[in-house]
């Protein structure tokens, strides 16, 4: 065994183990904060669901966000879209809302045994700016009414907030 540890391949093996050990702590500590466990909630689940169900639905790429708000404790979905008038984006989340109501309500309960209301789901309908490229919100659909956004009319026809062309 002595003369083992004495010739050269070993000194290298020895020394390639510590620069690999080395590595690997500097990489896990480089990426603590993503490697924290995470609770994953019920909610977190329907959400990320209802993003792909939307997207077949509804026949979309990637202008739909939704998350679970666990401070609120309800799923959030973010519309990105062209309309510019509150009624246009009430129409448009009108649709979502069919989607969640036709699709997501029933996996959340045959998967987990919950029925979820329109209360527990926020629409917010962002217009996506046009040519400026702005995007600003226009609607949202919180506990189960529509508010127009500050600085949005509810009976807008301009292509900017509280715009009046």
């Known amino acids: 065994m002595r003369h083992l540890i004495r010739t050269p391949a070993f000194r290298v093996l020895i020394a390639v183990l510590a620069l690999a050990t080395v590595y690997a702590t500097y990489a896990c500590a480089k990426n603590a904060r993503l490697s924290t466990p995470y609770p994953y909630m019920v909610g977190d689940d329907v959400a990320s669901r ?22 609120d404790q309800r799923i959030v979905a973010n519309v990105v879209g062209t309309a510019s008038d509150v009624p246009g984006a009430e129409r448009e989340l009108d ?13 959340a309960k045959h ?17 996506d700016g046009g040519e400026a490229g702005v995007p600003y919100e226009v609607v949202r659909r919180e506990n ?10 509810a009976d807008s026809s301009g292509n900017q907030p509280g715009g009046t062309d």
């Open 50 to 71: 209802m993003s792909g169900i939307i997207r077949v639905v509804a026949g979309l790429e990637a202008n739909t966000m939704v998350y679970y708000d666990r401070k």
């Open 144 to 153: 189960g009414a529509y508010k127009a956004a500050p600085g949005v009319p």
């Open 111 to 127: 998967q987990h045994g919950i029925d979820l209301s329109d209360t527990e789901v926020t629409l917010v309908y962002y217009n």
């Open 95 to 107: 649709s979502f809302l069919q989607a969640v109501r036709q699709f997501v309500f029933p996996y």
